[in-house]
């Protein structure tokens, strides 16, 4: 690993929880109505704050997981997204909870909703740890947002580099690597 030490904390445990517990408190609102929610989290990043999300939440609903993969490189479209493993639920006539760890360019994001509005799902909502505002190059609606942050590659609370610092309890930022993502 090109990295000398620890990530630089960015935000504290005691902020990451605090404000997952207004997100629960605004998400059970909204919900509130919703009889069949199911919760969605897209592997890998968002299991650490998808976990501490749910167990706030005192309403019946169904978790399930969906992974892709944005791929970058010269042999394919911007912004091509793949699916590497799909949902075990039918989205057909559901409220989905769409939970992801940040939102960057939001290709990722804005295929993912696409694709569940094909499949009729009733509605879709997003709960996004962190918007990378700055990085947008499609635009996608956040309906719950923990932070926004810079542009700056942060690790830690399920986030990665290369698969590692993902079970880090606060988000740090890799300030001395050259970082390229998937
Ligand atoms: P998007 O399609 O560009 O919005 O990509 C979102 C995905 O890129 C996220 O799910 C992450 O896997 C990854 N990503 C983007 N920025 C970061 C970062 O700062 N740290 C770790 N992963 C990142």
Redesign the pocket.
């Known amino acids: 690993m090109p990295v000398n030490g620890m990530p630089r904390e960015l935000i504290s445990r005691e902020r990451l929880h605090r404000r997952v517990d207004e997100l629960a408190l605004e998400i059970e609102r909204d919900f509130a109505d919703s009889e069949d929610l199911l919760c969605v989290g ?1 592997l890998k ?1 968002s299991v650490f704050f998808m976990s501490d999300l749910l167990q706030r939440l005192s309403r019946p609903l169904v978790v399930d997981f969906f992974q892709a993969s ?1 791929y970058r490189g010269e042999t394919t479209a911007p ?1 091509e ?1 793949r699916i590497r493993r799909d949902l075990d639920h039918s989205l057909a006539g559901r409220d989905v909870l769409l939970i ?10 804005r295929t993912i909703m696409a694709l569940m509005g094909f499949r009729g799902a009733r509605s879709v909502r997003l709960c996004v740890l962190l918007d ?1 505002a700055c ?1 947008r190059e499609t635009p996608v609606q956040i309906h719950y947002r923990g932070f926004e942050v810079d542009d ?4 830690g609370y399920g ?3 290369n698969d590692r610092y993902r079970n880090l309890p606060y988000v740090g930022v890799l300030d001395e690597v050259d970082v390229e ?2």
């Open positions: 897209v990043g944005s912004g997204v992801e760890d940040i939102v960057d360019t939001g290709y990722t994001m990378k990085k700056v590659f942060v690790v986030l990665d580099y993502t998937e």
